[in-house]
């Protein structure tokens, strides 16, 4: 079994920064890829940002593009994303994500979510 345990929301003032924690444990082989998504109330779930074991690649929403970063320490199959400079608009519940090998077999992984709410 494969869990995803998030840490770190919480209330902000426009232009306050958060730093989100996602830890994965349980039968884990090897990780493909970890992320963030988020959704707003009456909106989709998006993507926010992913970042990919081999090689570290990242991608990012346009919309947090220069005020996200997002970083994985391998060695604790933990990912990162620091969110400086936010917005009202970033308010949503984020969600981490995996792509996981568990048991020879590879798997999407979803968090319990966080709420992060930016308002003055």
């Known amino acids: 079994q494969v869990q995803l345990v998030e840490s770190g929301g919480g209330l902000v003032q426009p232009g306050g920064s958060l730093r989100l924690s996602c830890a994965a444990s349980?039968?884990?082989?090897?990780?493909?890829?970890m992320g963030w998504y988020r959704q707003a109330p009456g909106k989709q779930r998006e993507l926010v940002a992913i970042?990919?074991?081999?090689?570290?690649?990242?991608n990012y929403a346009d919309s947090v593009k220069g005020r996200f970063t997002i970083e994985r320490d391998n060695a604790k199959n933990t990912v990162y994303l620091q969110m400086n400079s936010l917005k009202p608009e970033d308010t949503a519940v984020y969600y981490c994500?995996?792509?996981?090998?568990?048991?020879?077999?590879?798997?999407?992984?979803w968090g319990q979510g966080t709420q992060v709410t930016v308002s003055s």
């Open positions: 970042i990919i074991t081999g090689g570290g690649s990242t």
């Open positions: 994500y995996a792509d996981i090998n568990s048991d020879d077999r590879t798997s999407n992984y």
């Open positions: 349980g039968r884990i082989f090897s990780i493909y890829a």
